[in-house]
């Protein structure tokens, strides 16, 4: 096994772990649903509306879900990607203004 491919085991792990917690958090209130798809994840909400995300958009969601800023959001996924929170922080800003758009947050 080379690193790239530990990388990708051990960011699947992490994030098959955030997504059990928002799938959890939203079950116990009833706000949310969480579901696992071919390409990533299926936001559902309760109107029926739905949005579907990768590894970085979950985590990121689950951030806005827990009430954290995008700063804490940007540092946290900068951090488990190894990416620069520059890069990260311009992303994120970037879905939750389409977030906003789609009055999703």
Do not use: C, W
């Not at 085991?9 to 116990?28: K, T, Y």
């Amino acid at each position: 096994m080379n690193r790239r491919d530990f990388i990708k085991i051990i960011g699947g792990l992490i994030v098959l772990a955030f997504a059990g917690r928002l799938s959890n958090l939203a079950f116990s209130h009833g706000k949310i649903r969480v579901v696992e798809t071919k390409d990533g994840y299926r936001i559902i909400y309760p109107d029926g509306r739905f949005l579907d995300v990768n590894e970085t958009g979950l985590l990121a969601m689950d951030g806005i879900h827990s009430g954290k800023s995008i700063d804490e959001i940007s540092r946290e996924i900068a951090t488990l990607t190894g990416q620069s929170y520059e890069k990260v922080l311009y992303d994120v800003r970037n879905f939750v203004d389409n977030l906003k758009v789609l009055n999703l947050v």
